[in-house]
């Protein structure tokens, strides 16, 4: 009897752990031991399966000397901040203007915002591609009807206008995903709140400003905080659209980079240190949008 | 009826079903002796197709001749690259390996990154002077395909390159395109056909196809001048002066008031529209361009022709290449030598390049089959002109070009500068851009050399 409540306890004190076990040796496998493996080889030279060569920390010196690497950035930070500063507001325009009660075709015409983000990047680089072609393009046949007289305007090989072309193809894209967000933050905000500030004299933009977005604040954090990761992870929307870096390595962003370097130059080890340098990038920028936005919660 | 998780939840639960009975009930992929990747659809095409007189295709009559089966299986060039470095650099053996692979000019350097006895393709010096030919092939064609004296691949072609031009409009024009002999003289010409349908009312019909941003076509024109921006020893020559006049000279093509060309639409071949509509009215084409202008735009047939490229200076080829494709057979085949057997069955063998001939007409780099009578045809498609037997008189003057891991940063410095100097040209003019050219090309080599000393391998 003593025995069997023993292995009665032995069971429920091991049952969680074997539980979560097929879990914690996967990720083990093939999450833990891939980072840890790559933060070594960083420190390594390494061409082919057998050639490898410590250089300690070269890779990083050389890495943060490139001015082709800086360029990446440079490009990335650009998307990332023009694609969000447009990305949020339209999304949530957008929701608000869905969320009415008085519009008709409602469930239409979320459908038809939010569907563009089910294609994916490459498809729409594609699309893109043909839409701004020089001559062709339906966005350049608009502009000369507009204007009245033919424009040829170089979307895919002007340099000043290769990221503004991979924005537009990023904001149609993805504002009706943020709508979705929204739209689902919208209908979670309590109703009494709104009547409550009607009760109190409350304009729209007042009720806007103290009812709704508090109360959609968590989503969009979250958005900003997803979307800015995201952003900084770019690569298959210019890469397919300029078929490479673009003109003037303006496409080129830090994973494009980072492909480069791995796939193009074959050494995983720079690929990695590349890797480790965004990772501190996009877990500062995360930590610091965070902070922000608990400070602005707290005032 | 009724699903207490839901509707939702059910459809799905209906779908993973069925999609796990159809992957149950799929036949496993028959295993070939021998497997070849390739990207190339033309090339796939002369592999499988059978031949209309016999009803066999290539890689069936190997079969019917060796009894080993062939699977040829076609890939997209990047997807193509990736697996197989992915394959390389894990050792991998087995039947994940293919026992030969095409590879792309272009991607061929990111192959070559491992010391020689690590490059994840067999050496063939020793079985190509084996079996006597290495001296069928024009020698030149192998410089891509080789590291550090070691050949890694047999080439597919040469791709010389000439310009097909819209005769119809240029003759409507009044000008003879084909007597351009120096690039000066084509500029010339090709403003004065620019200047003639802008007064006809055609503000937007080029004279030529030229990319203004993409430094491919400049390291064609380069290679007419005997230079590659990397040799095959990663010397770079970016700041050479030839190179600052070619920019100089290529980015008035593309810029400024003595503008004639314009950049091709971009996506899959939608360039041959750009000359059917006579948007771009010349293009420079290598033999497996030409296959793509009648294929895909046999509204031209009649109206074009084609005209060696002019030169620089009277010592430049007259000709350039650009693309190219290798066949290899990977390290860890499991057999090699049933592997080369079938390369020189592909490549070499008449049936091969019979087939190859029917299904592209890409002259092949043997100069042996050069005389075959398939290549002196009149050829209705250029007006009766005999377009091949112009590639053959090119094809022994390609100059060498050289395919290193850095060659794409080279490629994208060039560029860079062009971008640089077409902006120049738009703002202030053609006066002193040389001058400026070179001090920018001077910064770029001296970063590609630095790029270059970091990122060759040192054991």
Redesign the interface.
């Known amino acids: 009897m003593k025995r069997q409540r023993s292995w009665w306890q032995l069971q429920a004190r091991a049952a969680p752990y074997l539980f979560v076990l097929p879990f914690v040796l996967l990720f083990c496998a093939f999450q833990l031991y891939p980072l840890g493996r790559s933060l070594v080889i960083s420190f390594y030279d390494t061409a082919g399966p057998r050639a490898t060569r410590f250089v300690g920390l070269e890779n990083y010196r050389y890495l943060l000397g490139d001015k082709l690497f800086w360029g990446a950035l440079a490009n990335t930070l650009y998307y990332a901040i023009a694609f969000l500063a447009v990305q949020i507001p339209a999304s949530l325009g957008l929701a608000l203007l869905l969320n009415s009660r008085k519009l008709k075709w409602r469930g239409f015409f979320r459908f038809a915002f939010f569907s563009t983000h089910l294609v994916g990047h490459v498809f729409v680089a594609v699309l893109f591609a043909a839409l701004l072609s020089p001559r062709q393009g339906p966005v350049n046949e608009l502009l000369s009807a507009i204007l009245g007289r033919q424009v040829e305007i170089m979307w895919l090989t002007t340099p000043s206008l290769a990221m503004p072309a991979v924005l537009l193809a990023a904001w149609w894209l993805s504002i009706g995903y943020g709508m979705i967000y929204f739209l689902a933050a919208l209908q979670a905000v309590d109703q009494s709140l709104y009547e409550a500030a009607e009760v109190d004299g409350a304009g729209r933009w007042a009720k806007f400003r103290h009812v709704t977005l508090p109360g959609i604040k968590p989503v969009l954090t979250f958005l900003i905080v997803v979307g800015m990761i995201g952003a900084l992870q770019l690569f298959e929307l210019p890469y397919v659209l300029f078929g490479g870096p673009g003109p003037n390595s303006r496409g080129v962003t830090v994973v494009m980079y980072l492909y480069l370097a791995g796939f193009e130059l074959g050494n995983l080890g720079y690929a990695s240190a590349v890797g480790w340098l965004l990772f501190v990038i996009i877990m500062g920028i995360s930590i610091m949008q965070v902070r922000m936005m608990r400070m602005t919660r707290e005032d | 009826m009724s699903f207490h998780l839901g509707k939702p939840i059910a459809v799905m639960i209906l779908l993973a079903v069925v999609s796990g009975v159809l992957a149950l009930r799929t036949p496993p992929v028959e295993r070939a002796d021998l497997r070849v990747w390739a990207f190339a659809g033309s090339h796939v095409r002369s592999f499988r197709n059978p031949d209309p007189a016999t009803g066999v295709s290539l890689i069936g009559l190997y079969q019917q001749r060796t009894g080993r089966s062939v699977r040829v299986d076609q890939l997209a060039t990047r997807a193509l690259?990736?697996r197989l470095?992915s394959l390389?650099?894990?050792?991998t053996i087995g039947d994940d390996v293919p026992d030969l692979a095409e590879i792309e000019i272009g991607s061929v350097?990111?192959?070559f990154?491992?010391?020689v006895d690590?490059?994840?393709f067999l050496p063939l010096n020793d079985l190509l002077e084996r079996d006597g030919l290495l001296d069928q092939v024009v020698r030149a064609r192998f410089a891509p395909w080789t590291k550090d004296g070691v050949i890694f691949g047999v080439p597919h072609d040469l791709h010389p390159v000439g310009i097909t031009y819209r005769k119809d409009l240029f003759d409507q024009a009044g000008i003879d395109l084909a007597a351009a002999k120096t690039w000066a003289e084509f500029h010339e010409m090709c403003l004065a056909f620019v200047r003639y349908w802008r007064e006809q009312g055609y503000?937007?019909r080029w004279a030529l196809e030229l990319?203004?941003?993409?430094g491919d076509y400049l390291t064609l024109m380069l290679l007419q001048r005997g230079i590659n921006i990397l040799d095959d020893r990663n010397n770079v020559y970016l700041d050479d002066p030839r190179v600052a006049e070619t920019i100089a000279f290529y980015a008035q093509l593309v810029a400024g008031p003595k503008r004639v060309a314009?950049?091709a639409?971009?996506?899959g071949h939608?360039w041959t529209q750009?000359i059917v509509r006579g948007?771009l009215c010349a293009t420079i084409t290598p033999d497996w361009r030409v296959g793509y202008l009648r294929t895909l735009a046999p509204a031209l047939s009649g109206k074009v022709r084609l005209m060696p490229l002019p030169r620089f200076e009277p010592t430049d080829a007259p000709t350039s290449t650009w693309g190219g494709t290798m066949i290899a057979i990977a390290r860890r085949a499991a057999d090699t030598e049933a592997a080369w057997d079938l390369l020189k069955f592909l490549y070499f063998s008449n049936e091969g390049l019979r087939a190859r001939q029917r299904e592209t007409m890409i002259l092949p780099p043997m100069r042996a089959h050069w005389a075959d009578p398939a290549y002196h045809q009149d050829d209705p498609f250029f007006g009766g002109q005999k377009a091949n037997e112009l590639f053959i008189e090119l094809a022994d003057q390609i100059p060498p070009r050289y395919v290193t891991?850095?060659s794409?940063f080279g490629t994208?410095s060039l560029?860079?500068v062009l971008?640089?100097a077409t902006?120049y040209i738009n703002e202030r003019g053609a006066d002193g851009l040389q001058e400026q050219v070179q001090r920018w090309l001077n910064e770029e080599a001296e970063?590609l050399r630095r790029?270059v000393a970091?990122?060759e391998?040192?054991?």
């Open positions: 690259d990736i470095i390389f650099m894990n050792d350097g990111k192959f990154r491992p010391p690590q490059v994840g503000p937007h990319p203004s941003s993409s314009g950049d639409t971009p996506g939608l750009d948007d891991p850095f794409v994208q560029a860079t971008n640089r902006a970063h790029r970091f990122g391998f040192d054991e």
